[in-house]
């Protein structure tokens, strides 16, 4: 197609859009396309903290990029505020990958730039809008991103194209923090009852389209000086020249009435989630950053997970070499041989957390446990045990279940794992702050524990003491139910197989409660004799499962599975007797 072809139909399109469009006083859906001409040309700037571990991630979007002008151009501006070593990593690595990018017959950039300065203060933009104003008012660019080191895009190939197509003078992208944080690039001024619901529908993108915002926009800017109010507001103001002047983008956007619009049509990625306490504590920075980085796996559409975000590889950035495991002999992780896509989601999660876990293959309670498996292990029921919620036995699921995390316990002290271990089962999800919190626990020595449950569901909120706070994160647990993550210590793995339980089974977040003695049901609890394991939970939990029953993408490898007869004692000729479930629709055990 020539250009002429290509222009005339961006113009209908423009045209039948603009005829379609709905109009709204405010949070409209108002969109249209513009039209691109080929003597326009673009400038990216990016603005970086001293935060090294955002680079590899951020370089590798940048090299993404596709330049939709005849010219594009990137500036970073690199902020000194902090007097650490970071600081020179991060200058270090972002001049190599420039030197790299300037040899590279990839790049799209006619220049690349890196200015280098020292903030009054995090917060001071005023230095670099004033700087970015100048170099787009001498490079005579049509458009300006302007964004932070910080963000992820998804389709960096389409992001600069699409935006040149929304047309606005002033925009952002949607870019969201993970599930249920909802910070994002835009903001209302009403953040009560109806501006919530307004900024929820546009966040969760129940409504799509491009929305006049009355609040501002912030992290991702994208100007188009094509309008001239943008231009006299921004590029030829010389007001904007006085140095002890303090402003912000959306300050004056709003000052000068300067419509801006947040655009969510296309999912162009995350940011951070932010909140108060946060904002000025690197080290929360860094682990919602990292917490981000590891979400992202978990938006794929139903049972699928993503691939993790790309790295750059044009200079050597390896992931860390030192791993940890918190002081403790393993870390453990069941997981079915047959849900390879959970190990590799898993594997990145812990290579970007820097974790060190060894992959314990679960027992495959549909394809390995049958009657033979079960006289192997001399196995023997619980009297009288029947899932309180759908009356039925114990399935095989659950039985491959409780075998997996017995076999680690015998492991533990086949292998005398004096410091303990933590066990985490395959769908596990972690908190933002699961790696500070879990290190501020285990690394006090005086503190006494068999068992630390870092994720459970709570069975009796009103026997639980929350207001005892053990070191601000535990509580002593009442009666909980999954295994989706625990430590355990040496003596707890002990005392676990010490009574036997294979010769008197049940499920295993069942056996848990009874053995600190938190369990309701006596009569089972009277089988096991030394209930006094010493138990702790995280309040809130620090890990949860992947997916809830009952949500699109719960996905159960124990449910699914045949349930056993009632008999104590299992025989191969009671084989034709079991009950035969393959999908268990209602268990409380799994909903929220
Ligand atoms: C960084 O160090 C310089 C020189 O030592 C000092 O003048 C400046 O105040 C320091 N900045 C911060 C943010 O601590
Ligand atoms: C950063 O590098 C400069 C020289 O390149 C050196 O003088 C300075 O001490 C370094 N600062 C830190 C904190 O390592
Ligand atoms: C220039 O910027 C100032 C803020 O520094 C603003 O108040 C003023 O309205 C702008 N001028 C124009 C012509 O828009
Ligand atoms: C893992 O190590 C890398 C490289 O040292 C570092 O940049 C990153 O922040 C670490 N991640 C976590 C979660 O500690
Ligand atoms: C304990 O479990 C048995 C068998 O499932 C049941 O019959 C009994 O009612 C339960 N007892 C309590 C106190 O929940
Ligand atoms: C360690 O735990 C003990 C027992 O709960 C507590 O008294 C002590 O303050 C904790 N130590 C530190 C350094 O937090
Ligand atoms: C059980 O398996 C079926 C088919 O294999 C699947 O569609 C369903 O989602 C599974 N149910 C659960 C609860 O895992």
């Given at each position: 197609?020539?250009?002429?072809?290509?222009?005339?139909?961006?113009?209908?399109?423009?045209?039948?859009?603009?005829i379609?469009?709905?109009?709204?006083?405010?949070?409209?859906?108002?969109?249209?396309?513009?039209?691109?001409?080929?003597?326009?040309?673009?400038?990216?700037?990016?603005?970086?903290?001293?935060?090294?571990?955002?680079?590899?991630?951020?370089?590798?979007?940048?090299?993404q990029?596709?330049?939709?002008?005849?010219?594009?151009?990137?500036?970073?501006?690199?902020?000194?505020?902090?007097?650490?070593?970071?600081?020179?990593?991060?200058?270090?690595?972002?001049?190599?990958?420039?030197?790299a990018?300037?040899?590279?017959?990839?790049?799209v950039?006619?220049?690349?730039?890196?200015?280098?300065?020292?903030?009054?203060?995090?917060?001071?933009?005023?230095?670099?809008?004033?700087?970015?104003?100048?170099?787009?008012?001498?490079?005579?660019?049509?458009?300006?991103?302007?964004?932070?080191?910080?963000?992820?895009?998804?389709?960096?190939?389409?992001?600069?194209?699409?935006?040149?197509?929304?047309?606005?003078?002033?925009?952002?992208?949607?870019?969201?923090?993970?599930?249920?944080?909802?910070?994002?690039?835009?903001?209302?001024?009403?953040?009560?009852s109806?501006?919530?619901?307004?900024?929820?529908?546009?966040?969760?993108?129940?409504?799509?389209?491009?929305?006049?915002?009355?609040?501002?926009?912030?992290?991702?800017?994208?100007?188009?000086?094509?309008?001239?109010?943008?231009?006299?507001?921004?590029?030829?103001?010389?007001?904007?020249?006085?140095?002890?002047?303090?402003?912000?983008?959306?300050?004056?956007?709003?000052?000068?009435?300067?419509?801006?619009?947040?655009?969510?049509?296309?999912?162009?990625?995350?940011?951070?989630?932010?909140?108060?306490?946060?904002?000025?504590?690197?080290?929360?920075?860094?682990?919602?950053?990292?917490?981000?980085?590891?979400?992202?796996?978990?938006?794929?559409?139903?049972?699928?997970?993503?691939?993790?975000?790309?790295?750059?590889?044009?200079?050597?950035?390896?992931?860390?070499?030192?791993k940890?495991?918190?002081?403790?002999?393993?870390?453990?992780?069941?997981?079915?041989?047959?849900?390879?896509?959970?190990?590799?989601?898993?594997?990145?999660?812990?290579?970007?957390?820097?974790?060190?876990?060894?992959?314990?293959?679960?027992?495959?309670?549909?394809?390995?446990?049958?009657?033979t498996?079960?006289?192997?292990?001399?196995?023997?029921?619980?009297?009288?045990?029947?899932?309180?919620?759908?009356?039925?036995?114990?399935?095989?699921?659950?039985?491959?279940?409780?075998?997996?995390?017995?076999?680690?316990?015998?492991?533990?002290?086949?292998?005398?794992?004096?410091?303990?271990a933590l066990?985490?089962?395959?769908?596990?999800?972690?908190?933002a702050?699961?790696?500070?919190?879990?290190?501020?626990?285990?690394?006090?020595?005086?503190?006494?524990?068999?068992?630390?449950?870092?994720?459970?569901?709570?069975?009796?909120?009103?026997?639980?003491?929350?207001?005892?706070?053990?070191?601000?994160?535990?509580?002593?647990?009442?009666?909980?139910?999954?295994?989706?993550?625990?430590?355990?210590?040496?003596?707890?793995?002990?005392?676990?197989?010490?009574?036997?339980?294979?010769q008197?089974?049940?499920?295993?977040?069942?056996?848990?409660?009874?053995?600190?003695?938190h369990?309701p049901?006596?009569?089972?609890?009277?089988?096991?004799?030394?209930?006094?394991?010493?138990?702790?939970?995280?309040?809130?939990?620090?890990?949860?499962?992947?997916?809830?029953?009952?949500?699109?993408?719960?996905?159960?490898?124990?449910?699914?599975?045949?349930?056993?007869g009632?008999?104590?004692?299992?025989?191969?000729?009671?084989?034709?007797?079991?009950?035969?479930?393959?999908?268990?629709?209602?268990?409380?055990?799994?909903?929220?």
């Amino acid at each position: 197609m020539t250009n002429q072809l290509i222009s005339i139909l961006l113009f209908l399109s423009f045209l039948f859009l603009s005829i379609h469009a709905k109009k709204y006083h405010i949070f409209g859906n108002d969109e249209s396309v513009g039209s691109l001409t080929s003597d326009e040309r673009l400038l990216v700037d990016v603005d970086i903290y001293n935060r090294p571990y955002a680079l590899p991630y951020l370089l590798r979007q940048l090299e993404q990029l596709v330049c939709p002008c005849s010219q594009c151009y990137l500036d970073f501006h690199l902020y000194h505020v902090f007097n650490t070593t970071v600081e020179n990593e991060t200058s270090r690595l972002l001049n190599a990958w420039v030197s790299a990018m300037q040899t590279s017959s990839q790049s799209v950039f006619a220049s690349i730039t890196v200015q280098e300065w020292t903030a009054k203060s995090k917060t001071d933009q005023t230095n670099r809008l004033r700087d970015v104003m100048k170099r787009a008012s001498e490079l005579d660019v049509t458009y300006l991103a302007m964004f932070d080191s910080m963000i992820v895009l998804l389709e960096p190939g389409k992001l600069l194209s699409t935006l040149i197509s929304k047309d606005k003078p002033l925009m952002t992208p949607l870019l969201r923090s993970t599930k249920d944080m909802y910070t994002s690039t835009f903001y209302l001024n009403d953040r009560q009852s109806t501006g919530y619901d307004n900024y929820k529908q546009i966040y969760e993108r129940k409504n799509l389209g491009c929305f006049l915002v009355d609040g501002g926009i912030k992290d991702f800017y994208f100007f188009n000086f094509k309008y001239p109010q943008i231009r006299n507001v921004f590029l030829n103001n010389q007001s904007l020249d006085q140095p002890e002047q303090q402003y912000a983008i959306d300050v004056l956007a709003r000052q000068n009435s300067i419509p801006t619009y947040v655009c969510n049509r296309e999912v162009y990625g995350y940011i951070p989630a932010q909140f108060l306490e946060a904002m000025y504590d690197e080290a929360a920075i860094h682990d919602l950053y990292i917490h981000m980085l590891i979400e992202h796996q978990l938006n794929g559409p139903s049972q699928t997970y993503l691939p993790p975000i790309e790295r750059t590889s044009l200079i050597d950035i390896p992931l860390s070499t030192a791993k940890t495991k918190f002081g403790l002999d393993e870390i453990y992780v069941i997981n079915l041989v047959r849900r390879a896509d959970r190990r590799a989601r898993l594997q990145a999660t812990f290579d970007i957390l820097n974790i060190s876990a060894r992959f314990f293959d679960a027992i495959d309670g549909k394809h390995t446990v049958d009657q033979t498996y079960l006289e192997r292990l001399n196995i023997r029921l619980l009297p009288n045990y029947e899932d309180p919620y759908n009356r039925r036995p114990m399935n095989y699921g659950e039985l491959g279940c409780f075998f997996s995390h017995y076999f680690i316990w015998e492991d533990m002290v086949k292998n005398d794992y004096k410091n303990g271990a933590l066990i985490l089962e395959d769908d596990v999800r972690f908190d933002a702050f699961f790696k500070y919190k879990l290190e501020k626990i285990l690394s006090n020595q005086s503190l006494d524990w068999d068992i630390i449950y870092l994720g459970r569901k709570i069975m009796r909120s009103d026997e639980e003491a929350y207001e005892n706070t053990i070191e601000t994160f535990l509580i002593e647990p009442s009666y909980s139910h999954w295994t989706v993550g625990y430590a355990l210590s040496l003596r707890g793995a002990r005392m676990l197989l010490d009574e036997k339980p294979l010769q008197k089974i049940l499920p295993v977040d069942e056996y848990l409660p009874i053995m600190y003695d938190h369990h309701p049901n006596h009569s089972w609890k009277s089988h096991f004799h030394h209930r006094n394991l010493k138990a702790y939970a995280f309040h809130p939990a620090i890990i949860t499962p992947t997916h809830y029953f009952g949500e699109p993408n719960y996905i159960s490898d124990t449910e699914n599975t045949t349930v056993l007869g009632k008999e104590e004692k299992i025989d191969v000729s009671q084989r034709s007797k079991l009950v035969s479930v393959d999908v268990i629709t209602k268990n409380e055990k799994d909903e929220l």
